[in-house]
């Protein structure tokens, strides 16, 4: 059982480049969810899928867009990169709200440098 | 706006003292509050967390209290060991929604 799995571990963007972030889950949770964290801002949430095929904004979601097409996959896509996207991007998971929990499981985080 | 806050970025603490993290809140419609360790490189980890009809939960050396009134919450570590040495962020959501906002994190060093 891995948990919250990301891919890329680590990379470097040139400003204008795109890049995908893919993150995986395999505890069958239905909530997944995209943060970045930045020096003093704590987690930041970009976006989230209540589900497989949804999606939704969170607090920061401009530059980005992400995608559900599987339950246990949740993909992060930034198409034109900026420096001001330089952080560390963790994704999450939940269970649904019928499970009347609200803890994350977070993945080993990717970190993103746009020059 | 933060509607979850952490001051004093970090603490140091002897091993084996007690370590104090608090944490206060502005939305008075949180009903779930949630405490988070994180090492560095890695992603944060669930510590312990507490629901709005309690104001105490306890589970091994961690203990969280609520405030509902003072819109406050604190995690006591007792007694602090130097593997607690990390990152540790408050978060609070309204249950049911799904949505966690956190606060800033508080630096916590643990001197052997």
């Known amino acids: 059982n891995a948990g919250v799995t990301q891919t890329p571990k680590f990379r470097v963007l040139k400003t204008g480049q795109s890049m995908t972030l893919l993150c995986a889950q395999d505890m069958n949770h239905e909530y997944m969810y995209w943060y970045r964290q930045d020096p003093g801002m704590g987690l930041r949430l970009i976006h989230y899928?209540?589900?497989?095929?949804?999606?939704a904004k969170g607090e920061v979601p401009d530059g980005y867009n992400v995608s559900r097409l599987k339950k246990q996959n949740f993909l992060l896509g930034l198409e034109s990169a900026a420096p001001s996207q330089t952080s560390v991007y963790f994704c999450?998971?939940?269970?649904?709200?019928?499970?009347?929990?609200?803890?994350?499981?977070f993945g080993p985080g990717t970190r993103l440098t746009v020059l | 706006d933060q509607q979850v806050k952490q001051n004093s970025p970090s603490l140091s603490v002897q091993e084996g003292r007690i370590s104090i993290l608090n944490c206060d809140y502005t939305?008075?419609?949180?009903?779930?509050f949630l405490w988070y360790k994180k090492y560095p490189a890695e992603g944060p980890t669930f510590l312990i967390s507490i629901s709005s009809i309690k104001d105490k939960n306890e589970d091994g050396r961690f203990t969280v209290f609520l405030n509902k009134s003072a819109k406050h919450l604190s995690l006591h570590i007792v007694p602090s060991q130097p593997g607690d040495s990390a990152v540790y962020f408050c978060a609070a959501s309204v249950r049911g929604n799904n949505r966690l906002a956190f606060g800033k994190g508080n630096q916590v060093v643990v001197i052997p």
């Open positions: 899928s209540v589900g497989e095929g949804t999606t």
């Open positions: 939305n008075s419609m949180f009903d779930y």
């Open positions: 999450a998971s939940s269970y649904a709200i019928q499970q009347a929990t609200d803890t994350q499981y």
